[in-house]
């Protein structure tokens, strides 16, 4: 394919960029041949324009498309090339949080910087036994596929961890030691995985430190040997380590620190232990101070010291020799801290002798204080003829300090690395091992020293081994696949390699340089120059002259010279050396003796053979064999050992890549990952394969992947490998971009994304015609549905036309006949209206005129009348005024003439005479008229009064006649103003009337207003009352509904709790059987080898630890199956429900004290009366006893007690109506208001409660009374009874007898001594008649307690008569409260009698209460003693039934010929004691399920039981026991040999069930004979209680049960990945294509078989006819069901979250319908109710999910609402993995796994991420009697059983 092919518009590239280094853009404009640069259209939208090369050509790269982003293995991509890998793993890193990928064989692992539980038992499980690349990439398919090519091929494995500082080596090859700590477990007890894993906190501790890369900084190399057996069991390691960084000791750079140990030991100095060391905190010290801060965040040095010295301790180091290391340590930081004072001019100097710190690294080592004070300041020259002592320069000292610190601290690591490999090596031969090198990556710094240079140079051969073996397994793979191989070149660094350590390399010329007596670093430097100058691996630098320049493989490195020599001489002084060796402490001298091995910290394991390797290559040979043991000589020797074992091996590479330098979580820095990818050699690996065929494909894949680009004709071929070729040849027209293989289809890189182009655009295209299809198809339907619509609208807008046409016509009709209708009547109601009207116009107008002519004819005689009057009255007047004008000329007249006589008088009266005359008398007169004056004024004033009353009277009358004439003249003005005036009048009459009656109306309205509203005050009151009254009762129901329910609901989740409970400890009881069952296995086997190893002559251990089935056997516990005594536990339920109930009720706690009070009242007084009743029943029992019919008066006393207890509560309640009576009747007397009647209908409601009561204590006396009745029938039958076992037991045995009872049986019992000769005749020696009298004692006795129980009887009985006392008391107190509340206000009384009301009902609920509980306990009680005497019952008469009724005929007629009924078969099988084994053999041992697959079900089980019941007849319990155990151990050993049988494992557990079962039913508990006959009741058990056997029995059935699982387990697991997830069950659904890890060795040879879901279905029948043929109960079948369902769905769930190949939408429908193919099994087989189906619910789950729609808000929802059982690390692992099989699919966003985890983050999930496929639920064996009775069982003759005899 041309460029112009691929550099299409919407194509995708990379470019370059500096920040991100590479950048995706899209092509915008078609690229042709000569075009000068490349239109391209950023992410951002920016156009850019990419320049080209024209002479070089060079295109950008391609980028992948989007199906391809995220894959398992980098070599996978279409496009191989930096760009792509980096992205990739980007987006695996970011968007998936999956820090592992592959790259052909190497696992690429990014420090994610965060724990992720990824690493627990569960992952190991999961991936152990997978092929690498089945699965998510993970560092433990790195350590299986190790381990399984170890085991498959036989040949050690090694396992390569490389990256920089701060990558995870150190972590990864942690978690692949744990791996295989896990898998390969050690055979033996000595538990050396444990400390293999024990030895890493030791290393980590002297051998790491904090750097500015990382803070656990692995300063050294080491390579660590696990060895296995012929068994792949761990048996022990080794370890080799690797430059130790010693410069470290002394010296740290900024922000770094010295190695853990020395701020272990600081921080832990304040032990008591430590005193000695002189020690105070890490900043007091110049050689842990150097860095600056001392700490690291987040690390706790004291805790990491206990983990260290607790590690010591389990390798098996030595309290006193781990105390010496720490003095050791100490004493290298008291070294550092020495004051060397200078002399002569720095010339010379010395060291004071009372330094403090020199003491203490004196006395630390013990060594002396003065020489080691001299020799540290001065050396020693030898020469041929003489030796001199020379002072040494401060800087000499300084530098000889600090060289002795680094010596002691290397010799000391190297001491401990030699313990450490002490204590893991063993004496066991090592057949093989995997080998783990965690070594330090490659490095480059601003200043690079002798360190850098010799982790490089040991990088560059680890690179080179690297190369050669991918460039083999490549051609490994094309020459199996046959496909023609050509060299492919790849970057070899052996040029790099010679120039360091060839002859005169670089080494070389270092150790030449250390040799001479004046070398310095500039020489040294120079010398390279002049002979490396021409290297086109060295370069100098232009600006220096001391360091020089190496190309490595990775990056181009300088070098300082600067330290080199000193580096690599490591120069000790042996005379401080010599010092050391003479310390008075054995382990410190140690230290510094000579070493008899070239290479440090290798020392091989004493009794370890030497494993024979030989590398791939010839070794290169050391120029100058007479090299002095420098660093670098030491350095590239154990280099070259290293190099021999790795090529040795076979090789696995874990390259570790650090995304970032501030060490935050997830994030990807692309320049480090960059410079760490072509560093480790990941870019090199994709190099390799992109220069040949990167992309590979198998037949079946790529014609399923790629049929659509098929022809048709070609898909109808059979022969899918021809089509691929013809399909190939068609596509791609250069032959060389792919090759055919035999299995495969290879392609060059690049030529799969073209196939996914070509068959994009084929979908593409199908998707346009489909569409268009559609949418024609969609619009001729759209059209046809409106023509079809048209024309029904037409059909129905013209019927509605003509409807509405004919309604109109139809209307218009009906309309002119309304018309004429209506006109008509319309006519005839106004001709009728005008006839009426002018009828009443005339009526009117005739009544008028006659009225007129009436009103003229009244009008004239009233006026006649009133001219009648009138002229009358004017007649008077004129009278009158004639009268009145003569009465004033009368009186006038007389006056004049009165006048003139006085005025002759009073001139006759002026003269004297006159005067005398007139004097005589005149006084008299005077006094005469005076009087006569007062009488006139008296008539006058009399007359005036009179007048004045008739001038009144006559006015009056005036204005009368006035106001008459007045309304005379008015009536003449007008009739109609008289009749208007005379209606106003009548109006204004009837409104004063109706006003009047309005008023009275309102006020009698008022009044019954009123009235009414006092009533309606009086009834709301009463109703108030009632409701108040009501509420109460509602209340009181409440409280007790809902203490009743709230104890209900206790007792019920203290049943669910108990069970729960129950189950964890069946759960925790069956593991404990399972361990004892593993154990007892191992037993076996080390017995067995124990017997094998007695055949062989030499001396061994006997084994310790045996044990026999007769002492487990012996032993009693508690059977599993009984739950045990529950009443303290109910009891609490209780206690707990009462106290809810009084949280709830307000007035509850203020009445306990009172009703605390009255119950101990009430108890002291019940004592009492029963203290009396006790000695009045004393003196009765003694008056009874001279009796003989004594059992007949207690029962008449009985009857006495009762009838007087009823007359008794007659009587109280004829006091209760007459008190009733006399209280209503003074209530009416006294005050007749509504609320003393409430009052009173408030004292009748307490009293009906009370009477209540009453009948209440009368039922419980009927109880009470019809108890004592049977109680003496149950006496009177018992006196019937002749013939009693005497092995018999009652259930009174056990009470109390009187001494006078048992003296009298005594006596008896010695008269029937005396009588035994009477009845000598029924048999020789009596024995008969001894046992009749006997019995008729024991009878008397059983009397004896029946009136002891009558007694107590009538104490119940007194009880209740107090307790009516106590009722009466409070009935007076009632009345005294009742009479109290009568003086009181209605209002008062009102709450008084709520109060009261509330109060008794609380105290009657309380007693109540107290009541239920108490006969809540006596019920179990009675009903746990029932149990127990029925079964003594039942004993007794399965006894009499062993006595024959013959017998008694015989002892009455002896005369009389029966019958033996022992001819008949009674289920019973006799056999001797000799024929036990043969009965076992036969039975057990050598017993075929098909030999009795014809008979009735676990029929051995039947055939044991009847052995087990006959030796129980005659009472054999040596024979029970022997059977028994006999049976138990030929079961086990019948498993044993048996063990991956699953049908010989299903029948005996459906057998040892079966006899369980049988022992159950037939042991005479009346619980487990609910369900006997009558006959099976004759089978039981007589003299043995087996309940221990049944316990064992039990243990054996769950056993064989766990035995079963495991190996129905074994037998699905291999199906279940293939059949679930991977079976193609809806044909052409799933087209994804495995572009995972390119399957290498194991992979291709383990690949395994493929099982589909029938297949698996099959074996599931097969399990589940096989339990059903062999009569297993149904409980168990589903339980087993159950157990396996749940493995299903945890080992496909496991798989589904570790593969990313089968989450997809296709997988999800696949993986839907297969799982409801499991569920349609399981309601064929009617195990529905089993619970299976419920465990696959997670897995069911995850199918939805893989199915549900993941793009909005509303979707997450869905999702978190849906998937309930699976946790929220599952769901969001789920959603990472998910992958789009096609490119028209969408990836789940980032985003929206965010908001998942955020609505999620509430649940409280467990931390594992996996299912516990190994979970096994606890099982319950239910009881499940059997139909069968056991005399018609038949034997077949093939048992052999003929020595068995029916009885």
């Not at 069970?1059 to 037993?1083: C, G, H, P, T």
Request: proline share 3%; glycine share 4%.
């Amino acid at each position: 394919m041309s460029a112009a092919q691929l550099y299409t518009k919407y194509t995708r590239v990379w470019i370059p960029d500096p920040d991100e280094v590479w950048r995706s853009a899209e092509i915008v404009k078609d690229y042709k041949e000569g075009d000068k640069s490349l239109q391209l259209k950023l992410e951002d939208e920016t156009l850019y324009e990419y320049p080209i090369d024209l002479q070089g050509n060079e295109l950008p790269f391609l980028r992948n498309p989007d199906i391809l982003v995220g894959q398992n293995d980098l070599t996978a991509l279409s496009y191989l090339h930096e760009p792509a890998v980096l992205h990739n793993l980007k987006v695996r890193f970011l968007e998936s949080n999956h820090i592992y990928t592959y790259c052909g064989i190497v696992l690429v692992a990014i420090n994610p910087y965060e724990q992720l539980p990824i690493y627990g038992q569960d992952v190991i499980y999961a991936y152990s036994g997978q092929n690498m690349g089945d699965m998510d990439p993970h560092i433990f398919a790195v350590a299986e596929e190790a381990y399984k090519q170890m085991a498959r091929d036989e040949k050690n494995q090694s396992i390569i961890v490389s990256g920089e500082s701060g990558a995870g080596k150190t972590v990864s090859a942690k978690y692949a030691m744990r791996f295989f700590a896990t898998v390969g477990g050690s055979a033996s007890e000595t538990n050396i995985e444990a400390k293999v894993l024990a030895s890493s906190p030791i290393m980590e501790a002297i051998g790491n430190a904090k750097t500015t890369r990382n803070d656990n900084s692995s300063r050294f190399g080491k390579y660590i040997q696990i060895g296995f057996d012929k068994r792949y069991h761990i048996i022990g390691a080794n370890m080799r380590t690797y430059l130790l960084e010693k410069s470290r000791v002394v010296f740290q750079a900024e922000d770094e620190r010295n190695y853990h140990i020395f701020y272990q030991l600081c921080a832990s100095s304040s032990l008591p232990e430590f005193k000695d060391l002189g020690l105070t905190c890490a900043e007091d010290f110049f050689y842990t101070s150097q860095g600056g801060d001392t700490s690291i965040d987040g690390v706790d040095d004291a805790d990491d010291f206990e983990k260290t010295r607790h590690a010591f301790t389990l390798l098996g180091v030595k309290e006193s020799h781990q105390m010496t290391i720490f003095r050791i340590i100490a004493a290298i930081l008291h070294l550092g801290n020495l004051e060397i004072q200078g002399e002569r001019d720095g010339e010379a100097c010395s060291v004071s002798s009372e330094d403090e710190h020199l003491n203490n690294f004196c006395s630390l080592l013990g060594v002396e204080h003065s020489q080691m004070q001299h020799w540290l300041c001065h050396r020693k020259l030898v020469t041929t003829a003489e030796t001199y002592v020379k002072s040494m320069s401060l800087h000499q000292v300084v530098n000889a300090r600090n060289a002795l610190a680094k010596h002691i601290y290397a010799q000391l690591f190297n001491w401990i690395v030699q313990h450490i490999n002490k204590a893991l090596q063993t004496t066991v031969k090592q057949h093989s091992f995997i080998g783990v090198l965690d070594i330090y990556g490659f490095e480059t710094f601003e200043v690079n020293s002798f360190e850098q240079f010799c982790i490089n140079y040991a990088n560059e051969k680890l690179q080179q081994q690297f190369n050669s073996h991918v460039f083999k397994l490549e051609q490994e793979e094309y020459m199996k696949e046959g496909i023609p191989w050509t060299l492919i070149d790849f970057y070899d660094n052996q040029p790099c390699i010679d120039l360091i350590e060839a002859k005169l390399g670089i080494l070389d010329l270092l150790d030449e340089e250390c040799k001479v007596p004046k070398g310095t670093d500039q020489n040294w430097a120079q010398k390279l120059y002049d002979r490396h100058a021409a290297s086109q691996h060295f370069q100098k630098p232009r600006m220096s002259n001391t360091s020089f320049i190496i190309l490595h493989f990775a990056d181009k490195v300088e070098y300082q010279s600067e330290g080199f020599l000193e580096k690599n001489r490591d120069t000790v002084y042996e005379e401080q050396i010599s010092i050391l060796k003479a310390s008075k402490y054995q382990m410190v001298a140690d230290l510094f003796q000579e070493e008899t091995e070239a290479v440090p910290a290798t020392a091989v394991r004493k009794g370890t053979p030497r494993i024979s390797v030989r590398s791939a290559r010839p070794a290169f040979k050391a120029a100058n064999k007479e090299h002095r043991k420098t660093v670098g000589h030491q350095f590239r020797n154990s280099l070259h050992l290293l190099m021999e074992t790795l090529n040795a091996t076979t090789p696995h590479y874990v390259r570790c890549i650090k995304p970032n330098d501030e060490k935050l979580p997830f994030k990807f820095d692309p320049k480090r990952a960059v410079q760490q990818l072509r560093a480790c050699g990941v870019l090199e690996t994709i190099r390799i394969s992109a220069a040949g065929f990167p992309s590979r494909w198998s037949y079946p894949d790529f014609f399923n992947r790629y049929r659509v680009l098929m022809d048709k004709r070609d898909l109808c071929k059979n022969d899918k490998e021809q089509i691929c070729q013809t399909l190939l040849e068609d596509l791609i027209k250069d032959p060389d971009k792919f090759q055919f293989g035999r299995t495969k289809i290879f392609f060059r890189a690049g030529q799969v994304a073209y196939l996914e182009k070509l068959r994009a655009d084929k979908f593409r295209a199908a998707t346009i015609i489909i569409q268009k299809t559609v949418r024609g198809w969609l619009q001729r339907a759209k059209y046809q549905r409106l023509r079809r619509a048209t024309l029904t609208l037409q059909c129905y807008a013209r019927r509605h036309l003509a409807r509405r046409l004919f309604e109109h016509l139809r209307r218009t009709r009906a309309a002119i006949i309304l018309q004429k209708q209506y006109r008509m009547l319309r006519m005839r109601q106004a001709f009728l209206r005008v006839r009426n009207a002018t009828l009443t116009i005339q009526a009117f107008a005739r009544g008028m005129f006659v009225r007129r002519i009436y009103h003229q004819m009244l009008v004239e005689h009233k006026a006649t009348i009133l001219q009648k009057y009138a002229r009358g009255w004017l007649a008077r007047m004129q009278f009158r005024r004639a009268r009145a004008a003569a009465v004033v000329l009368q009186c006038h007249w007389r006056r004049l003439k009165a006048r003139r006589q006085l005025k002759a008088l009073r001139i006759e009266a002026r003269s004297a005479q006159h005067l005398k005359k007139l004097n005589i008398g005149m006084e008299n007169k005077v006094v005469q008229l005076q009087r006569k004056v007062d009488e006139q004024n008296k008539e006058n004033k009399l007359l005036n009064e009179q007048l004045s009353m008739l001038t009144s009277a006559h006015s009056s009358e005036v204005e009368k006649l006035k106001k008459e004439l007045q309304q005379y003249q008015q009536t003449q003005q007008g009739d109609g103003n008289q009749l208007l005036s005379l209606q106003e009048e009548m109006e204004q009459l009837r409104m004063e009337l109706e006003r009047a009656h309005g008023e009275r109306e309102v006020m009698e309205d008022s009044h019954g207003k009123e009235r009414d509203l006092l009533r309606k005050r009086i009834s709301d009151l009463e109703e108030e009352n009632t409701l108040l009254k009501q509420e109460k009762e509602e209340l009181n129901r409440r409280i007790l509904c809902q203490s009743e329910d709230e104890f209900a609901r206790n007792t019920a989740e203290e049943n669910i709790q108990m069970k729960k409970e129950l189950e964890e400890e069946r759960s925790r009881y069956q593991n404990l059987v399972k361990e004892y069952a593993s154990l007892e296995q191992r037993y076996d086997n080390l017995r067995d080898e124990m017997t094998i190893i007695k055949q062989t002559p030499g001396h061994r251990r006997n084994p310790s630890n045996q044990s026999s089935l007769e002492s487990d056997s012996n032993n009693p516990s508690i059977c599993m199956s009984e739950i045990g005594d529950t009443e303290d536990v109910i009891q609490q339920v209780e206690e707990i429900g009462m106290e809810k109930a009084a949280m709830d009720m307000t007035l509850f706690l203020k009445l306990q004290k009172r009703v605390r009070e009255l119950e101990l009242e009430r108890r002291k007084l019940q004592a009492q009366l029963e203290k009396k009743e006790q000695e009045i029943k004393k003196s009765q029992v003694i008056e009874t006893k001279t009796e003989v019919s004594s059992e007949h008066e207690d029962f008449a006393y009985n009857s006495l007690k009762r009838q007087e207890l009823e007359s008794e509560n007659k009587k109280l309640k004829n006091e209760l109506n007459e008190l009733r009576k006399a209280i209503a009747d003074y209530a009416t007397q006294n005050n007749s208001s509504n609320d003393v009647q409430d009052s009173y209908n408030l004292l009748l409601n307490q009293l009906k409660s009370a009477n209540e009561e009453l009948e209440v204590r009368k039922e419980e006396v009927l109880i009470l009374r019809s108890q004592i009745m049977k109680a003496a029938q149950q006496k009177e039958t018992g006196k019937d009874m002749e013939n009693i076992s005497p092995d018999a037991s009652w259930p009174n045995s056990d009470r109390h007898v009187d001494q006078e009872d048992a003296i009298e049986a005594y006596q008896g019992m010695c008269e029937t001594n005396r009588k035994t000769e009477d009845w000598g005749y029924l048999n020789e020696d009596g024995e008969l008649g001894l046992a009749y009298q006997g019995l008729k004692q024991v009878a008397r006795l059983l009397e004896a307690q029946l009136q002891d129980q009558r007694r107590e009887h009538e104490e119940e009985m007194e009880a209740l008569r107090n307790q009516v006392d106590l009722m009466q008391e409070e009935l007076e107190k009632q009345q005294q409260a009742f009479l109290q509340t009568l003086q009181l206000s209605p209002e008062v009384q009102v709450e008084l009698g709520l109060q009261q009301e509330i109060t008794r009902l609380t105290n009657e609920n309380l007693d109540l209460k107290e009541l239920l509980e108490k006969l809540e306990k006596n019920e179990k009680k009675l009903k746990k003693q029932l149990k127990i005497y029925m079964k003594k019952v039942q004993d007794f008469e399965a006894s009499q039934t062993m006595v024959p009724v013959e017998r008694r005929s015989h002892e009455r007629n002896m005369q009389v010929a029966v019958q033996r009924k022992e001819k008949d078969f009674q289920g019973m099988l006799e056999y001797y004691k000799e024929d036990e084994p043969l009965l076992i053999r036969n039975l057990i041992t050598d017993l075929k399920p098909q030999a009795v697959s014809a008979t009735v079900p676990c029929l051995p089980a039947y055939i044991l039981y009847m052995c087990i019941r006959h030796a129980d007849y005659i009472n054999d319990d040596q024979k029970v026991h022997s059977l028994l155990t006999s049976t138990i151990n030929g079961v086990k050993k019948v498993l044993k040999k048996h063990h991956n049988d699953f049908e010989m494992t299903s029948f005996w557990l459906a057998n040892t069930c079966r006899l369980l079962h049988c022992l159950k039913q037939y042991s005479g508990e009346e619980g487990l004979m609910t369900q006997n006959t009558a006959k099976q009741n004759e089978h039981c058990l007589k003299n043995f209680d087996l309940t221990e056997y049944r316990q064992v029995l039990g243990h054996l059935s769950i056993q064989i049960y766990q035995q079963l699982i495991n190996i129905a387990e074994g037998i699905l697991q291999p199906m279940i990945v293939s059949a679930v997830l991977e079976n193609e069950s809806i044909q052409g659904l799933s087209s994804v294509k495995p572009m995972g890890y390119r399957k290498y060795s194991s992979s291709a040879a383990g690949s395994g078989n493929s099982y589909s879901l029938d297949e698996m279905i099959r074996q599931l029948n097969t399990f589940h006819s096989i339990m059903c043929e062999q009569g297993l109960d149904p409980e168990i079948i589903q339980q087993v069901f159950k157990q396996l369902y749940y493995m299903i769905n945890a080992i496909a769930l496991n798989n589904l979250l570790l593969r990313k190949d089968v989450c997809s939408w296709s997988t999800g429908m696949q993986l839907r319908f297969n799982i409801s193919q499991l569920e349609e099994w399981l309601r064929g087989k009617n195990l529905q109710q089993s619970g299976a189906a419920q465990t696959l619910e997670p897995l069911i789950q995850a199918a939805q999910l893989l199915q549900l729609k993941k793009k909005t808000s509303e979707d997450a929802e869905a999702i978190c609402s849906l998937c309930t059982s699976l946790t929220t690390q599952q769901i969001v692992k789920i959603l990472n993995l998910y992958t789009p099989v096609n490119e028209f699919e969408e990836r789940v966003t980032v985003a929206f796994i965010r908001n998942i985890q955020k609505q999620l983050q509430e649940r409280n999930d467990p931390p594992h991420l996996l299912l516990d496929f190994k979970h096994m639920f606890p099982v319950l064996f239910p009881f499940n009697p059997s139909a069968i009775t056991m005399d018609s069982i038949h034997l077949p003759a093939s048992l052999n059983l003929d020595f068995l005899n029916k009885v």
